[in-house]
C-alpha cells in the first residue's frame, strides 16, 4: 500500500499546490471550504442512499462502483486537508489528541459491541 | 510538523485499532459511515455558519475556537480513515489519481484566478 | 391534522415574524441559510446513523424519539421556510413544477417497484 | 401566491401520491429518506460555496440561478414531507411548537441584532 510510505505532508502538499497553480487561495475561505467538504461528504452519501446497510458491505466487490465511491472520498480528504492548509492545524497532532480523547470517553471496557451513542461524537455542551 | 513524518497508514492505523478494541465494525458498514462522515462535516460547517466568508480567514487567531474546528476536523479526516479501512482503498493512490484528474480537467492556465464552476467537484455525468 | 387546514404562508409567516422581532435577517444571507439547513439535516440523520435500515421503520413506536426526530425535521422545515422568504419563492408552485418533472422523468410505468437510480434528484448536467 | 391558498396536507399528498405510484415506500426507510434530505440540502449549498455571504443575497436577481436553487429547494422540502408521510408527523403542530421553544429559547429583548450563537438550533444536550 502507498500510504505505507507516503507522509501526511505529501498529500498536503499535492493538494496545496494544485490550489496555488490556479491562484484559488481567493476561494479558500475556511468557510467555503466547510461547505465545499460537506457537500463532497454527500456526494459520498449518494451512493449509499437507497441500499440496505448491510448491503453497503458489498460495495467493494463491485470495482466500479469502488472506484467511484473512492473519487469521493478523495475529494472530501482533498478539502480536509486544503482547510488544514488553511488553518496551519497538524493533522497528525490533533488526529492523535482527538482519538485519545475518545478512547477516554468510551473506554473499551465499557462500550465493547455496544452501539455508539446516537449522538457519539458530537462536542460536548458547554 | 509532525505530517512531515506520520504516514497515512499510521493514522488508518489509529483509527482501525480503536474501532477493533470496541468491535464496533459491527456498526462501520459504509452506508453508516457515510452518514457519520456528513454529520461530522456539519458540525464543522456550524462553527462558519453565521460568520462572514472573509471573517473566517481569521479563525486561526482565535486559539479556543482553532482547538474546536480542529477537532471538527480530525472527526472528519478519522471518519474517511475507518471508511477507507472498510472499502480497502488506499488513500494515497486515490487522492494522487483524483489530483491528476482535477489537473486535467481544470487547467492552471484557463482556471488561473477565475472561481472554480458553481458544480465543481460534482461527478460528470454517465 | 392540523396540516389539513394550516397554509403554506401561515407557517411561513411564523419563521419570518420570528426572524424579524429579532432583526436576524441581517444573519439570514441564503448562503448562511442553507449551510444552517444542512446541518439541521445532518442533526436529523444522526439519529440514524446507527441503527439498520429497516429498524428506522420503527422509530414513530417510541415517542421520545419521534419527538427528537420531529424537533429537528421542524428546524429542517423552519430553515426552507425562512429561505424562501429570502428568496421571494412561492413553495407551493415551486414543489408542484418540481413534481411534475419528477413524474415525467421517472414514469409509473418504468420504475413502479424499482429503486430510484442512484443519482435521482441529482440536477441534469448542463 | 398560492402558499396562501395551499395547505401542508395537500403538498403532503403531492408527494404521497408520487410514491405510492411507484410502490417506493420500500425504499423510504426513514433512515434513507433522511439521507436523502440532507443529499438534497447540500446540492442547494453547492450554488453558495463559491460565492461570498452578501453576494448572496443577489441571487434572486438572476431568474436562471433562482430556478435552479428554487428545485434544490423543492427537493429539500419534498423529502421533508416524505419523512413526515413515513412517520406520521403533523408538520405544522410540530414547527409551531420548536418555533414557540425557540422565542422562550431566544427572547427578542435579549437577541434582537445580536448574530445567533454559533450552536443555535443544535438540541439540547441530555
Known sequence: MSDEKTTVAELRKLVGDFV???D???FHAPKNLSMA???EAAELMEHFQWI???ESRALPDDPQKLAEVGEELAD???YSLALANE???DISDTIRAKMA???AKYPASKFRSTAPPFDYGR???K
Chains 1, 2, 3, 4 share one sequence.
Do not use: H, S
Request: glycine fraction near 8%.
Open 20 to 22: 496555488e497553480e490556479r
Open 24 to 26: 484559488w487561495r481567493q
Open 37 to 39: 467538504l460537506a457537500i
Open 52 to 54: 440496505g446497510t448491510e
Open 76 to 78: 472530501v480528504i482533498a
Open 87 to 89: 488553518l496551519g492545524l
Open 101 to 103: 480523547k475518545n478512547v
Open 123 to 125: 462536542p460536548d455542551a
